[in-house]
């Protein structure tokens, strides 16, 4: 059933104040749901009860293999439940059904693997140089987490979280994307269904200045992790440095992907439309800075924009689309004056460039648009977009492709495509990003790391590092032969 309200200590409230808010499909205006909208009390409210449930040890004394079980089982309900959470993904965001059903896959596919690996790290011996000594480093749960998620990939960014933390016997705050709630109430109902002690997963709405906020400050707060905005992460690792807390950062990227002449030519212009307009260009790894070897610069250009302009825009439920809306007003606003500022700093718009028409314009959406002929400061090249724009640049040689691929503050991810496999090798071991797609894009698996170089982010998810990131090293030095030291002499004293 579809909950609108928080979720604390095992039940479903609304909040202390009362107030709601009304979510919108960006498809088409029409109103999906109205949830109760948290502020602070109700944020503190789910932090004490995380807190109690984790020092009861109710969950995180429970073995961590049975805490694997209960993980794989949370796994097989998405994927049950799978079309009904597809379908709330795709009202909230407006997203293809077809990319909501693959999220899902996705999102099943995380919580089996920290299912499967949740008994990997028991620790280990030491050899502390002393027969009578037994050492050992013990890994133990950070306690309570705080979780800040967005709209664009909702119930992805928080099953990366939720997953792992679960896995190694943490409890748990989330505070989903005010626009964006609906899957992770989802989650919730399924986590309680299937029996997780009350207190140990809580999800609490409302707004960043409030709710987040309170999560990145609170002292009962152990580790805070965020996937967003660099603006706001900034913010968050900021309050959380004065609480001396652990902290998580997914940032934004501004991501190469760089074509040299050699590559497969129809495979490189395809790769680059879905790297830079799949979900509309609303993915935080996104190619949307288009690097191509100057030599076939003009045919890929002309062959990228002839695709582009045949990208049909719809709403979730429309067969025909191929690609989406973006998530408010506010955000095409944003879109809308960065690619007229990267026109005005010299681009040439070659495609796009003008929001959704006719029937579209009931909803918010902005056609996939390609600049050219940018130089590597223009603000458009420069700052995180995120929408379905794509910025094309040209080098000569190797040397310059790898210098432009690192001209950025981010360090997220980007691609190489060559048929040189050795000069794609080269390319990709010299770029300072966190993932490279050699011949392809997007792709990523649980078993691998995901994160950010630069100001990308800190720390890793997904990958036996995403599940480090939820515990914590304690080392237990145990003498089983207790003894005098003689350190300091056992004198005779006069009082
Ligand atoms: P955002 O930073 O505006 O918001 C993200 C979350 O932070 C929301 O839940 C919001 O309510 C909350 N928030 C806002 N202000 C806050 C504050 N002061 N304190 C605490 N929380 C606050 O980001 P967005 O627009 O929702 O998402 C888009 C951004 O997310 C893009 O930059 C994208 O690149 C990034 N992203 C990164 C990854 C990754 O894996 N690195 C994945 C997805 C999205």
Not at 8 to 27: H, K, L, M, Q, Y
Not at 292 to 312: P, Q, S, Y
């Amino acid at each position: 059933m579809a909950h609108t309200q928080h979720f604390i200590n095992g039940e479903w409230v609304d909040s202390i104040s009362g107030a709601t808010r009304t979510i919108v499909c960006p498809a088409n205006g029409e109103v999906v749901a109205e949830v109760a909208e948290g502020g602070k009390e109700d944020a503190e409210k789910a932090i004490l009860a995380a807190r109690e449930a984790f020092e009861s040890g109710v969950w995180s004394s429970v073995p961590a293999s049975q805490r694997g079980d209960f993980l794989i089982k949370v796994a097989e309900e998405i994927e049950r439940r799978k079309d009904e959470f597809a379908r709330a993904e795709s009202l909230d965001t407006g997203k293809r059904l077809v990319e909501s059903e693959g999220d899902m896959d996705d999102i099943a596919g995380c919580f089996r693997y920290y299912g499967k690996i949740a008994d990997s790290n028991p620790g280990r011996l030491v050899d502390a140089g002393d027969p009578a000594v037994v050492s050992r480093v013990v890994y133990e749960p950070m306690g309570v987490c705080g979780m800040i998620t967005p709209w664009n990939f909702p119930l992805l960014q928080a099953s990366w979280k939720i997953a792992p933390a679960l896995a190694t016997g943490n409890s748990f705050v989330i505070k989903p994307s005010e626009l964006t709630p609906s899957t992770t109430l989802l989650l919730a109902d399924v986590l309680d269904s299937l029996g997780l002690p009350a207190g140990v997963a809580n999800v609490v709405m409302g707004d960043g200045a409030n709710v987040g906020a309170l999560l990145s400050s609170h002292p009962e707060i152990d580790l805070i992790s965020f996937t967003g905005g660099l603006a706001t992460g900034q913010k968050i690792a900021e309050s959380a440095a004065k609480g001396v807390k652990k902290v998580a950062l997914e940032l934004g990227g501004k991501n190469p992907n760089i074509v040299f002449a050699d590559a497969d030519f129809d495979a490189a212009v395809d790769n680059a439309l879905n790297a830079g307009f799949l979900d509309s260009g609303l993915v935080c790894s996104a190619g949307a800075r288009l690097i191509v070897e100057e030599t076939i610069a003009e045919d890929f250009v002309d062959e990228l924009v002839r695709r582009a302009e045949g990208i049909v825009m719809g709403g979730p439920f429309d067969e025909a689309a191929e690609t989406g809306p973006l998530i408010s007003e506010e955000h095409r606003d944003k879109i809308t004056s960065y690619v007229e500022r990267g026109i005005e700093a010299g681009g040439r718009l070659r495609c796009g460039g003008h929001w959704g028409e006719g029937d579209l314009a009931k909803g918010i959406f902005y056609a996939p648009t390609v600049i050219d002929q940018v130089s590597s400061d223009n603000p458009a090249v420069q700052e995180e977009g995120f929408g379905p724009v794509i910025t094309v640049e040209t080098f000569k040689d190797e040397a310059e492709a790898i210098a432009l691929g690192n001209d950025t503050e981010y360090g997220l991810a980007g691609g190489v495509w060559s048929s040189d496999q050795g000069k794609a090798h080269r390319v990709s071991s010299k770029l300072r990003h966190g993932t490279i797609w050699i011949n392809d894009y997007h792709p990523y698996i649980p078993q691998a790391e995901w994160g950010g170089f630069k100001m990308s982010g800190i720390g890793r998810e997904l990958g036996p590092s995403g599940l480090e990131e939820y515990q914590q090293a304690k080392h237990i030095y145990q003498n089983t032969e207790p003894a005098v030291t003689g350190w300091f002499p056992n004198k005779t004293t006069n009082k």
